[in-house]
């Protein structure tokens, strides 16, 4: 009998917790269920299971966006996607270790950022343990284990970097680009998170953004957006005429695919997000959560594609791939409403905002290779906005926080590509963005069994004229 009994304690430990419920979530931290002996420390193994469970989820999203940004750009720049993808994760991962996640959760209540402290570690009772002391019951009074939620905070940042990269492809430079990622995810993007789920300023306004519908795509929207501004389009995508030459996604297998990898790593997002998982009311809001999420994604990609027809003149597949991150970023804000059928509506209205989006982007001249901005900083707007009708959300704070992040970031952001313009010149010489990235700067083709050919530009609108400090720089190979 004592031999059953050890075998099916922490099953019956589990049921245990989830019947008895009771753990509230707080923001950037689990509330931890109180309990004592096997069921305490069998709270803090499943709130530390969620965290790597779930951010490792997260870090699939990066395999999505690297297959949405290399099936939409030409195939002469697949390769360049592909190593700016995963340079930009591991910078992120090193960035926000070294200094990010100090800088965004460290002593930060009530203030505007948080420690300059270097590097980051497990708790000194963690260490102790793994170093045979006797001190469970003070490790478990945690509530989880510290580096599992270093480890799913630093994968959201790798999202809002991925962000950038899709709408600038082609004719930025490799290494300003990760210049521009190292500030982004060490210092620009904590910081923000120090102002919401780190207990800041805006945290204490009543700022609610449930998993980074602002935070994170708004982030990454705005520094997206102030990139396109300073580096301009790509050779050729503006006619002299003023109409636009169309650029199709180069495989649209893979962009499909990437979408539906994005999706799928969404539900760790938006799920993993709730920050505990310990008791039944968790367990009860994060069924809500993913079915919205699953919800809002579906009703974006219709809605994107019932508009496509009137707004770009066909019923337009790349528009309705959109459609579907769209409604994701909308509803990521404030995906906890118990009357589903918002979620319908508010992912929505998220894909018909990025399909007008991308139709007035073109309008205004500015070339957003994926859609990016549309999807994640118009969407994401719009997702932190509607927070205020399902989700509890005060209009003021949220206007505050939008206005606040956006300033802050597109300021900085446009700041720093202005100087990567400057100094050591962001963009790509002509020679090489015809020819193509990979031929150009990598010299490893995506599709070698392809010739590449300089890309005919003529009658095109001309490309942006160089800073004045480099007119005279040679032209590269």
Partial sequence: MSAIVS????????????????????????AIAEAAGVEGETAFVLNTFAFLLWGALVMWMCAGFTMLESGSVRTKNASMICLKNIGLYSIAGLAYFVIGYNLMYVDVVGDFIGSFNLLYQASDAEIALLDGADNAGEVVGDGYATMSDWFFQMVFV?????????????????????????ALTGVIYPIVGAWTWGGGWLA??????????????????WAALAGILVVGPRLGKFRADGTVKPTPPSNILVV?????????????????????IASAIDAVSMSHVLVNTNLAA?????????????????IDLFAGLNGAIAGLVSITAGPTMTDHWWAIIIG????????????????LRLDDVVGAVPAHLFAGIWGTLAVCIAAGGDFGAQIAGVAAIGAFVF?????????????????VSAEVEQLGQDAGELGIEAYPEFILMPEEVAEMAPPPPPEPDQEQAPAEA
């Fill in 298 to 314: 579906a009703a974006g990609v219709m809605a994107a594609l019932a508009i496509s027809r009137f707004v770009l003149r066909r």
């Fill in 256 to 276: 499909t695919l990437g979408v539906f990898i994005l999706w799928f790593g969404w539900f760790g997002f938006n799920g993993g997000s709730q920050l505990a």
């Fill in 204 to 221: 204490d306004l009543g700022f609610q953004d449930f998993a980074g519908s602002t935070i994170v795509h708004g982030v990454g929207g």
């Fill in 158 to 182: 790798a999202t809002a970097a991925s962000i950038v990269s899709g709408a600038l492809a082609e004719r930025v430079k490799m290494w300003p680009f990760f210049l521009f990622v190292l």
């Fill in 348 to 363: 929505a209205i998220g894909g018909v905002i990025c399909t007008l989006g991308i139709r007035l982007l073109e309008r």
């Fill in 7 to 30: 075998r099916y304690r922490l099953p019956v430990a589990i049921l245990a917790l989830v019947g008895a419920g009771g753990a509230a979530v707080l923001i950037g931290r689990p």
């Fill in 411 to 427: 300021i900085v952001s446009y700041v720093l590509w202005r100087g990567l313009a400057m100094t050591v010149q962001a963009r």
